[in-house]
């Protein structure tokens, strides 16, 4: 079934009605350079591990070989997974939701849908718990190859975010942030709850207990405790979750118990990682760090996955929440990732642990997507479920048909995208499109939400075609220029990101252009647009 809607809903043909004939799309190039400029000596590595919009990152070792999934909210396909075997170099080998039948994203918000996950394995069995967000709450997909294909939904009971389960023999436990069991105190107190779940069955059995309320010290009104993961290490169960919320704020505490179900005591020396007690005007700051998880080495060693952020300026950065990589150290019984005072390094000494290829994952990188064969890369993504293709790729070229607009919630749009890794960036692709009436338009889109987003390419104005830019910030678009170009002829656009800039390039019969320069690009950041997302930029094609 998974192969049969790939091959239709990814790489079938578009059969939604357009006024015009559909968009086609030559080549697909991106390069991409971090603004910190920094260098790797043998044995060490370079942070962040996952560029760009790859938050909330859970981790779980196999044998020798270590899985991990990102959140992607309501971008389809979703929940990709990454294989390493060094915990530093990662491939992506799959998207856990692949299939219409497993989630519908429709009119889902782009930072609605599935929060943050976690992946387990047990005897054979792959597990991903995960909420989705105004969809049907919690649930519980399962594969036994992580490439896929994964199950439909089990749906949970309870409400709240961010489950995770915890093995003890062949019992699975599941630990998750839900309202406390009192009426709380303020805005952001929380709780985390734990409940076994019968995995045979399906569902949840027992008592729901709460362990931890409001965080590691609830007079101080500690707000968002989430993302919960439970391990047990020399007769302890350690209990570890974010605490603070997913910005400025942002940290990972730690409690323990000799009891799986408590009581559970605060480390004195939290938050275990945190960075929001550093100079904000420190050079090339790493800030929002937190939403971690502790995975063991097969050698002995701790070392942690967590998300975090590199602002250009301010608490302003496109790219979105990235995957970062940093060793755990004990003190007196008590795992560390980063002493306070501490800035997240770039930097550091990689695990003992064999080399493993990566394709594009961090540090400096280009790539170049020809469109050859019949089917898009597990890379490429969209906006919401769709109900039925968006398009095809023949004849070294991707083929969209005009189709809705960004911001319609009840469709997917045509448009196909990757994430903007890097700050520093260039994006280009060619188009051969003639829109029949005015409004039509196909170029490059890059999204932050479905209110912030900008289109630049060919469309019509007033009857006759033209390159144009727009740009939408909160829903409000407005057109920042544009330019005549020969009809029907192909159209090479390029955007170059600095990192709070854009410039916009344009090459037709009359050579190379720019369209506009020095355009503010703060309204596809997260503090302006909201939400909890990365920049996509890709190939769009939308009627009036």
């Not at 697909?28 to 060490?44: K, L, N, W």
């Not at 799959?94 to 943050?116: K, M």
């Not at 770039?346 to 050859?372: M, N, Q, R």
């Amino acid at each position: 079934m998974m192969l049969k809607f790939l091959a239709l809903a990814l790489a079938g043909v578009a059969v939604a009605a357009a006024a015009s004939e559909p968009a086609r799309f030559s080549r697909f190039t991106y390069r991409g350079q971090s603004e910190e400029r920094v260098a790797t000596a043998p044995g060490e590595y370079r942070n962040p591990i996952l560029s760009g919009y790859y938050p909330d990152p859970s981790v779980t070792r196999v044998g020798d070989d270590y899985y991990l999934v990102n959140s992607s909210f309501a971008h389809f396909p979703g929940l990709p997974v990454f294989h390493s075997e060094d915990l530093v170099h990662w491939t992506q080998i799959g998207n856990a939701i692949d299939r219409p039948e497993q989630l519908d994203f429709t009119g889902r918000r782009t930072s609605e849908a599935v929060f943050a996950p976690d992946i387990s394995y047990h005897n054979g069995v792959f597990y991903i718990v995960n909420t989705c967000v105004a969809c049907k709450g919690n649930f519980v997909i399962t594969a036994k190859d992580p490439k896929g294909p994964w199950s439909n939904p089990i749906w949970l009971p309870f409400e709240g975010i961010d489950p995770s389960i915890y093995w003890e023999g062949d019992r699975a436990y599941i630990v998750n942030n839900r309202a406390p069991n009192e009426t709380p105190r303020y805005d952001g107190h929380r709780a985390i709850w734990l409940q076994e779940y019968d995995r045979r069955a399906g569902k949840m059995v027992g008592d729901s207990i709460q362990l931890v309320n409001g965080g590691v010290d609830i007079t101080q009104k500690p707000v968002w405790i989430e993302g919960p993961h439970i391990f047990h290490k020399d007769g302890w169960y350690y209990l570890t979750a974010a605490e603070g919320g997913t910005s400025v704020n942002h940290s990972q505490v730690v409690l323990r118990s000799r009891a799986l179900r408590g009581p559970y005591l605060a480390y004195a020396g939290n938050p275990i990682l945190t960075q929001r007690d550093l100079d904000p005007a420190r050079p090339h700051p790493i800030t929002s760090a937190g939403h971690a998880e502790l995975v063991q080495t097969r050698n002995g060693d701790w070392w942690a996955t967590f998300l975090a952020v590199r602002p250009y300026e301010g608490d302003y950065y496109n790219i979105g929440r990235e995957t970062f990589l940093l060793p755990v150290t004990w003190k007196d019984g008590w795992p560390v990732i980063l002493p306070k005072g501490r800035t997240v390094p770039f930097v550091a000494g990689a695990p003992k642990l064999p080399h493993s290829p990566a394709v594009a994952t961090a540090g400096d990188f280009a790539y170049t997507d020809e469109f050859d064969g019949d089917r898009l890369a597990m890379q490429w993504i969209g906006v919401r479920t769709p109900k039925r293709p968006v398009y095809r790729v023949a004849d070294g070229d991707l083929i969209l048909a005009p189709g809705p607009r960004i911001g319609d919630l009840s469709s997917a749009p045509a448009f196909m995208a990757r994430r903007q890794q890097h700050h520093i960036a260039t994006v280009s692709t060619s188009v051969r499109f003639a829109p029949d009436t005015d409004g039509e338009r196909a170029g490059l889109a890059a999204t932050q939400s479905d209110e912030n987003y900008l289109v630049f390419g060919v469309t019509r104005i007033a009857g006759k075609p033209v390159v144009a830019l727009y740009t939408a910030d909160k829903g409000r678009e407005t057109l920042v220029a544009s330019a005549p170009i020969a009809a029907g002829e192909p159209v090479t656009l390029t955007i170059r990101a600095t990192g709070g800039t854009m410039a916009f390039d344009y090459r037709g019969g009359t050579g190379l252009r720019t369209l506009a320069r020095d355009i503010d690009a703060r309204f596809l950041s997260t503090k302006t647009a909201g939400g909890f997302v990365g920049t996509l930029i890709g190939p769009y094609a939308a009627t009036r």
